[in-house]
């Protein structure tokens, strides 16, 4: 079982809708948790970050996490054509030096 | 601007020829890594070095090298390339292993035939 696990999509959604991208994860040491957009051959940017549990808006974004479900959430209201990406969460624990540990990806098109 | 820079961006070589790909970030950070990026795989960490002359080896370190003689340098070596090394690579630096301040390059496209 790998520690991060992500649905590889594609999601495919019209413009405006509600996305929802999710990941659950294996290790309870887990404390901050990130998410990560990444556009066609470019490096993943830092897009939302939060540490421990409960959510955390920016904008259109909203990062949740639930640590006693090990399942954490991204939601992207009122999607635009710009937000067609692929989505990596990833997160880190202080017990193994904070290495991070990704997602595969999650590939969003935003259909105009 | 902050950056971190990874040359070349692509390449295709053939089996056995050694290749360097070289990365530098101008933030002066600790931290540096290597990561490839495969389909259905994410990102899965080669190497990395918290400072000059400290490196270790991260989750699939197996047909790399790497150095750390200048803080700003991380150089990935392929002594000896085979087929299962074509991947896009990503280097990045932070001023410490958080993910939350992880700067990524733009990545490498390496085929190798």
């Known amino acids: 079982q790998k520690e991060v696990e992500q649905d590889p999509g594609p999601l495919s959604v019209p413009e405006g809708a509600i996305v929802s991208l999710n990941c659950t994860y294996s290790n309870s040491a887990f404390q901050y948790f990130m998410w990560y957009r990444q556009y066609s051959r470019k490096g993943p940017e830092l897009l939302m970050y939060?540490?421990?549990?409960g959510n955390k808006e920016d904008g259109r974004f909203t990062a949740q996490v639930d640590k006693s479900s090990k399942y954490i959430s991204l939601f992207i209201r009122d999607s635009q054509p710009s937000d067609s990406a692929t989505y990596l969460c990833a997160m880190s624990a202080v017990t193994g030096g904070f290495k991070t540990i990704f997602g595969a990806g999650t590939r969003l098109f935003v259909k105009a | 601007e902050a950056q971190v820079t990874q040359n070349p961006r692509y390449l295709i070589t053939v089996t056995g020829k050694k290749l360097t790909v070289t990365c530098s970030q101008n933030m002066n950070h600790e931290y540096m890594s290597w990561y490839r990026q495969d389909p259905g795989l994410g990102l899965r960490q080669i190497y990395y070095s918290m400072n000059v002359e400290v490196t270790d080896k991260g989750d699939v370190p197996e047909g790399y090298k790497v150095s750390r003689k200048e803080k700003r340098n991380f150089p990935l070596i392929l002594e000896s390339p085979s087929p299962n090394q074509t991947s896009l690579y990503f280097c990045a630096s932070s001023k410490v292993p958080s993910g939350n301040t992880i700067y990524f390059g733009e990545g490498s496209w390496l085929t190798v035939v």
């Open positions: 939060t540490y421990s549990s």
